[in-house]
């Protein structure tokens, strides 16, 4: 069993990404928790912080929080690769001292997933990066990236990039998998 990806990227919506920001700003964020270790982000990944909401399937702390401002995020999702559930969501923060190093990104869950994008915060001097094409994400604009492919982050600002990461999996292929 096969999931469509795009080849490199689609829009698949727009959302008012300030409650994200607002979400962020209500709560204590341990940005520097144990997220990029223990998913051995600190190879490839360097001063990029993160903050999961959701991590192989588990709802972490906050989980009720963002799902109670997510009806439109959800709707678009369901709507647009069916009902499933999220394998992993994670805020991800990097300012001009941070890599994404070229990667790929490995194991069935990102490859039976959709991986999503939502900027909540960047500037136009801010790419991805996927094969030879350069990306510019805007802010409020819901983008599924094909994360199959080589691709790598590039923040050429002081500008702070702030992006919501959400990876969906449609529940065909949890059942057919058996997560």
Not at 46 to 53: D, E, I, L, T
Request: glycine residues 4%.
């Amino acid at each position: 069993m096969t999931i469509k990806k795009p080849d490199v990227f689609k829009e698949i919506g727009s959302i008012d990404s300030n409650k994200y920001l607002s979400f962020l700003k209500e709560r204590y964020i341990d940005w520097d928790g144990k997220f990029n270790q223990m998913h051995n982000r600190d190879i490839d990944f360097k001063n990029v912080s993160a903050f999961p909401v959701v991590d192989e399937f588990h709802k972490l702390d906050h989980f009720d929080e963002f799902i109670k401002i997510s009806d439109d995020l959800l709707d678009i999702l369901c709507s647009t690769y069916g009902r499933g559930n999220f394998y992993k969501i994670h805020f991800s923060r990097m300012t001009k001292n941070s890599v994404v190093n070229p990667h790929i990104d490995c194991g069935l869950g990102f490859t039976f997933s959709h991986r999503i994008h939502l900027p909540l915060q960047t500037s136009d001097n801010n790419f991805l990066i996927i094969g030879d094409e350069k990306i510019i994400m805007k802010t409020n604009h819901l983008v599924e990236i094909n994360n199959l492919k080589t691709h790598t982050v590039e923040v050429n600002s002081d500008f702070e990039r702030i992006h919501l990461i959400l990876d969906f999996m449609t529940n065909d292929i949890i059942k057919y998998y058996n997560f």
